[in-house]
């Protein structure tokens, strides 16, 4: 297994990897509030942001469960 190191102050492949599965965790996440949103009778009001915070937990824990990791120690 090769490691690659990313330095300070510099962006590899792989972080940018990264960035775009975090984006599109939080994108999934707020999606997932506006669909909840649209449902009558439903209006989170001040608690949007909480909302959208545990969607996207939500969202990346169904990613880190139906996909396999190997992590090294």
């Known amino acids: 297994m090769t490691?690659?190191?990313?330095?300070?102050w510099t962006?590899?492949?792989?972080d940018l990897?990264?960035?775009g599965i975090g984006a599109g965790i939080a994108l999934l996440g707020a999606l997932a509030t506006y669909l909840q949103d649209t449902?009558?009778?439903v209006n989170f009001g001040l608690y949007?942001?909480?909302?959208v915070?545990?969607?996207s937990i939500?969202?990346?824990?169904?990613?880190?469960?139906?996909?396999?990791s190997l992590y090294t120690r």
Do not use: D
Not at 3 to 8: Q, T
């Open 53 to 55: 915070a545990l969607n």
């Open 39 to 41: 449902i009558p009778s």
């Open 17 to 19: 990897k990264k960035i």
């Open 58 to 68: 939500i969202v990346n824990a169904i990613r880190k469960f139906i996909t396999s």
């Open 48 to 51: 949007t942001p909480v909302i």
């Open 11 to 14: 962006l590899i492949k792989e």
């Open 3 to 8: 490691k690659i190191k990313s330095e300070k």
